[in-house]
């Protein structure tokens, strides 16, 4: 029996067959909740970017969920964070977004931040649970009354 214990958490090419799969999924359920204006999704090239961290979570070999994060000077974006329905509920969603702030802090970024949306209550617990605050849109955001922007500090090891 596969248990979460097996998840494996590692960087991963978004380009997979496996991994387009899931973002396909990701995408319906995001045009499905939101119109394209209210939509900030990242295409498989500019996941492949060097500035890009792109992970997946796999159960059993399984691609199971993913996530990224966008490197700029001051802190670490997030983005493409997914898990597939028939695996929510067992923490690896909580497990892919500490993989990415753990990464972040190695990089020496002190900030996340990210763009979620209003109709993705699962998704806004989460953030808040792991100590995301809501904030002002950043970045080539603007005000949109479907997102929710947040961020979180994090704690780097002293030099």
């Not at 993913?66 to 329905?85: H, L, N, T």
């Not at 500490?98 to 949306?117: F, I, M, N, S, Y």
């Amino acid at each position: 029996m596969v248990t979460v214990a097996d998840l494996r958490i590692a960087p991963a090419d978004p380009g997979e067959p496996a991994i387009r799969d899931l973002i396909a999924e990701l995408d319906a359920l995001m045009h499905a909740l939101y119109p394209a204006e209210s939509n900030h999704l990242l295409d498989f090239e500019t996941l492949r970017q060097p500035h890009v961290r792109f992970l997946a979570a796999q159960l059993a070999g399984d691609v199971v969920g993913c996530g990224a994060y966008v490197a700029y000077s001051d802190y670490a974006e997030i983005k493409r964070m997914f898990v597939a329905p028939r695996c929510r509920g067992l923490g690896i969603a909580r497990r892919l977004l500490a993989t990415l702030e753990a990464d972040a802090v190695k990089a020496g970024l002190p900030l996340t931040r990210l763009e979620t949306g209003i109709h993705q209550p699962e998704a806004l617990g989460l953030y808040e649970r792991a100590g995301y605050r809501t904030r002002p849109p950043f970045g080539d955001y603007a005000e949109d009354p479907l997102s929710v922007f947040m961020e979180k500090a994090l704690h780097l090891a002293p030099a």
